[in-house]
Structures are given as C-alpha cells and as structure tokens.
C-alpha cells in the first residue's frame, strides 16, 4: 500500500510520541499487556471489585487515646486493598470498652450511605437506665434493628459474663433474631477457666448466636489455663481440653471471630493445630481483623494465607458463615 506524504508524515509523528512516552515512563500498561498513552484505554476498566473476605470485625471514629481516627473512606480504601467485599462496623458503648465510646448512630449512617460495603452492628450498655427494665431494652434494640442493625455488638461489659443484666441483653437479642458478638478478658464478659459463665448463657438461649471475641475466648482454645491466663497471649503448644472445642460440639449457636491479635495469636502459636482446628470447626468460624486505625498491622491476612486451607474452608471461613449468619443475602 503506497502512503501519499501528509500520511507518511501523520503516521510517523504518532509511532515517535508513543515512543517518547514509553521512554518517559509516563506510560502504562494496557488492559490486554499494550503500552498506552492516557486515556486510550479510558473504557476498559482494569479495578476489580473486592470478594474474597467479609470482616466481621472493625470500628470507625478513635477507639483508644493515642489512636489515629480511621475514617470511614479510610476504611473503605483499606478494605479495597485487602480485597474485603464488606465489613461489620462495631460500637462501643461501655465505659470499660475503649477511651472513646463510638455510638449505634455513626455506624448505621455508614451502612445506610455505603449498604454494599458496610454492615452495622448496634450496643447499648445493659447498665443503661431505661425506663419499662427487659421492654426498654426490647424497644430500643428493637428500634436499631428497624433501622437497619444485623447484629448485637461488640458487648464489651464489665461484668460478669452471665449476670443478671447481661442475661437480658441476650434474652432482648434472641427474641429479635439478632446474633451478638461478645469480649470477653478479665475485666469485660468476665468468665473462668473452661467458661462456665458463657455455658450457662448459651444453654439458656439456645437460639441466639454468640459470636466470640478476645484474649479470654482465644485462650480458651486450649486447656488447663490459669485465671490469669484469660487475661494474656498464651505462646506454646495448645493442651487439650480447651473449652472453645467443647463448648462448640455441645452447643450449635457459637461462633469464632477471628479478629484481632488474640484471634492470631490463637491460630500461630501452634500452627498444626491451629489449622487442624480451622478444618474441624470450618462453620464456626469467621474473619475478622478489629482494624481501627490507619496504618494498624493486621496479621490475619497472611496468617490465614499461609496454611493453605482447603478452598472449601477458606470460602466458608472468609465469608461463607458470616453471609449466612448474618443473612446478608436476605
């Protein structure tokens, strides 16, 4: 094919700009591994959309002095980089719980403004005075569920974890079908080696799911712990006996969130049985991190990869139970 000259000169000044790009650096690879020049590409996006887990734990505003405030387009841009399609946005609403309370409203705001993102979770201290006792609390926890709460949480009291007034908490939350997730250490949802505490609140709603939480719950992965012991990060080789194990094969409404360095910790300590475990109680279990502030280390990402669970698992672990759990497809 002959080029008369105004073609030829076109055609060269184009191939001499493409070049001076790659060579600048200033340009980057296509959607199909092509050099392109800004914009060529501009229809064909290459963002993926993030799938692969569901974090059953995280807060927004500043949970403790010292802390950076995590925002909720930071968390957003944090979840977009760790490929979380959706996370559970907890309060805190008892004094013992962090430095700051973070309130119901914030987190049902986000959920409302970003409902493919975010889930909430509502609280209320069982210490709270109201008026009507039981049905106070019914109608304020119920009204939060109008309003869109999927969950109870995180229930981070200091008290006793089946005292009498955390007792009609879960009586409130099972009677509107919403799970709670609980902290439980020494000083909040206090409990004793083997959790007979948690045992007689998950006898007595035998419908409500527990979700647990905290350096007290992971310890409680192995046996023989000390008092003191609820309270730590226990290294070692896990004993048997532990009371988490028990407490899941005799009661079908407890759950595992994974969160946080307690959570970790109860997984590396000792890997073979951590991943044993993961398998054994693969519908238990749920991903959760307790990210709470720009830049927080979150070791559950390659932890998790790194055990190289069946793809089974890791579905149902990452996602899988809290979609059902919390009926997100509903």
């Not at 008026?131 to 008290?159: D, N, P, T, W």
């Not at 908490?169 to 902290?183: A, Q, R, S, T």
Request: hydrophobic share 35%.
């Amino acid at each position: 094919m002959q080029l008369d000259r105004r073609q030829f000169l076109k055609r060269g000044a184009a191939a001499v700009g493409v070049a001076s790009l790659v060579a600048s650096g200033t340009s980057s690879p296509g959607p199909t591994g092509r050099f392109s020049m800004p914009g060529l590409y501009a229809a064909e996006s290459t963002s993926k959309k993030a799938t692969k887990y569901i974090d059953v734990h995280t807060h927004i505003g500043t949970t403790w002095n010292g802390n950076k405030e995590l925002t909720t387009d930071g968390l957003l841009t944090w979840m977009d980089e760790h490929d979380v399609e959706k996370s559970v946005l907890l309060p805190l609403t008892s004094p013992e719980s962090s430095s700051f309370l973070q309130l119901t409203e914030p987190a049902l705001a986000a959920a409302k403004k970003h409902p493919d993102r975010f889930v909430a979770f509502c609280s209320i201290d069982p210490r709270t005075s109201l008026r009507g006792g039981r049905k106070g609390f019914l109608e304020v926890i119920g009204r939060y569920v109008e309003q869109g709460a999927r969950g109870f949480g995180e229930h981070k009291v200091g008290l006793n974890f089946d005292d009498p007034l955390m007792m009609q908490i879960y009586d409130v939350c099972e009677e509107l079908g919403i799970p709670l997730l609980f902290h439980m250490d020494n000083e909040r949802g206090k409990d004793q080696p083997g959790l007979p505490r948690l045992e007689h609140a998950l006898a007595t709603f035998p419908k409500l799911n527990f979700m647990g939480h905290g350096p007290g719950w992971w310890a409680s992965i192995s046996g023989g712990l000390t008092q003191e012991e609820l309270m730590s990060y226990p290294k070692g080789k896990v004993r048997e006996g532990g009371a988490i194990d028990k407490l899941m094969e005799a009661y079908p409404n407890l759950y595992g969130d994974l969160s946080a360095g307690s959570g970790a910790n109860s997984i590396s300590r000792d890997r073979e049985f951590g991943r044993e475990f993961m398998i054994r109680r693969q519908d238990r279990l749920m991903f959760g991190t307790d990210y709470l502030q720009p830049g927080q280390n979150v070791p559950q990402f390659e932890l998790f990869d790194s055990l190289y669970l069946p793809p089974e698992v890791a579905a149902k672990v990452f996602r899988g139970n809290a979609e059902r759990v919390l009926k997100l497809n509903s």
